[in-house]
Structure formats: structure tokens, C-alpha cells
């Protein structure tokens, strides 16, 4: 098959490797199916997207809503936002973890703030009408619970998208534009192990208070997030896949 391109940015080693491979432990794609281009480490190359089955954007440590921004920053951000005017345009499929709903309600011309920020834990996600119908949630439960940790979010949709899932503390939490480009506030990638460990990297990143981690670790544990924000990952990337 075609390989997927995944599309990091965050700027911690140890998190960067993590993340890369939860996205394949709960995708179901073997490390030669997912290709991945750190943009905070060097300018984007030429991409062929036509080389890929589709694109997943993962989680970051930057912030669109950010008044200051380094030149890495800026540098990232614009390369991503000229990639996201041919994914869109040409209705790529598209799948963007957490950042992507920045990156993406941006581009569109919608709002990102710090009005429905949710701090590190378990929330519930319900899924719309259009959201029961759609394939990338197929097997998902009308209401579900799933990990998030964000310091910004939409708070202002963008007038081409169609609602998937909503929340209560963060009423945005999946979108699709078109017919094959999604986002996702809360996390697909991330299980009760792949949440502790990536607290413990940003321990000191500003989610939560440092002494709050063993805490926190315990409600991961004891929360209801069972695995159906997995499905996500794993429909993208069975909907999507595409032979050589």
C-alpha cells in the first residue's frame, strides 16, 4: 500500500517518538506505512501527495492563538498552512490530532482562543447526527470518553464545515471539511499509558501544575476512556489506504 505521511511538530525528542508510535500501535500501520517529516526540524520539502494514502497531522507544543511566536514558529505554521490549501482544495484525506483543529479552523478563516481550553484528563465526546453517519466513526458509541489536554481551541467554526462530535467544556471536538479532511480536539492516539507518559514529559509545559501529575496519572486510570477514540485512527486509515 501506500504509505501514510505523518506531519510532527513537536520539538521534544522523546515526545516526537512517542507519539509516532501510538499513532501506529492504535492505526494498526507498521512503521514502513507511515512516513514522517518532523517540520519544526527543517523546512518542508516538496511533497507528492499523491504519494500517500492521506495525512495525519499530530499534537504540538505550539499554539496558533499564540501572540508572540518564535521564527520556528512562524516558519512552521506557514509551511503547514501552504500544505493545508492543497489538502483542502483537493479534498485530500486528512486527519489532524489536537493541533490540527488550530491549524485547520485558521486556514478556513474561523476563530481560535483561549475560551475553551481543557485541562489534561477524560471528557466526553458525543457524537452528532452527522457524526453517527459518518465512516471515520463507524463503530463508535453516541457518547464516548477520550483524553484531551489543549490550551486553545475553536471557538468560532469556519461556515464549509460539518460538526462530528461536540463536548461540553470544549463544544468542538470533530469536524470534517469536504468529504475527506477531519480533525479532532481530543486525542485518537492516546490510551491510559500513552497519556501518563506524555504527562510526564511536559510536566512542566504549563497543562497542569507539576505536583498534580501522580494525581492526574490516577484519574487516567480510573476514568472511563475505554478505547472507542481509537477508531478513529484505525477507520481513517482502513477508509483511506491505497495500493501501489
Known amino acids: 500500500m501506500l504509505p501514510y505521511l505523518l506531519l510532527a511538530t513537536r520539538d521534544h525528542d522523546e515526545a516526537a517518538d512517542a507519539e509516532y508510535a501510538s499513532i501506529l500501535r492504535h492505526s494498526g ?4 506505512e507511515l512516513q514522517r517529516v518532523r517540520l519544526e526540524a527543517a523546512p518542508l520539502p516538496a511533497i ?10 499530530g ?9 508572540v511566536k518564535s521564527p520556528l514558529q512562524q ?12 489538502i483542502v482544495t483537493k479534498d485530500i484525506p486528512f486527519l489532524g490530532l489536537c493541533y490540527g483543529v488550530g491549524a ?10 483561549r475560551e475553551f481550553a481543557e485541562p489534561v484528563g477524560a ?3 458525543t457524537l452528532t447526527r452527522d457524526g453517527l453517519a459518518d465512516p471515520v466513526l463507524a463503530g463508535a458509541e453516541q ?12 471557538s468560532q467554526l469556519p461556515s464549509t464545515v460539518t460538526m462530528l462530535a461536540v463536548g461540553l467544556a470544549c463544544p468542538v471536538q470533530m469536524y470534517r471539511v469536504g468529504r475527506n479532511v477531519y480533525v479532532t480536539q481530543f486525542h485518537p492516539e492516546l490510551d491510559v499509558a500513552d497519556l501518563a507518559a506524555r504527562m510526564r514529559i511536559y510536566q512542566h509545559a504549563g497543562y497542569f501544575a507539576p505536583e498534580e501529575l501522580d494525581t492526574l496519572v490516577a484519574m487516567a486510570h480510573d476514568s472511563g476512556v475505554t478505547g472507542q477514540q481509537h477508531l478513529v485512527l484505525r477507520n ?3 477508509r483511506y489506504r491505497r495500493d501501489v
Request: charged residues 20%; contains cysteine.
Open 143 to 154: 457518547h464516548f470518553e477520550a483524553f484531551v489536554g489543549h490550551k486553545e481551541a475553536c
Open 236 to 238: 481513517f486509515v482502513q
Open 29 to 32: 500501520l507498521v512503521a514502513k
Open 104 to 113: 485547520l479552523t485558521v486556514h478556513l478563516g474561523g476563530t481560535v482562543n
Open 75 to 86: 516558519r512552521v505554521e506557514a509551511d503547514l498552512d501552504s500544505l493545508l490549501t492543497r
Open 59 to 67: 499534537g504540538s507544543s505550539f499554539n496558533v492563538s499564540d501572540t
Open 123 to 125: 471528557t466526553r465526546i
Open 48 to 57: 507528492d501527495l499523491a504519494a500517500y494514502s492521506g495525512v495525519i497531522l
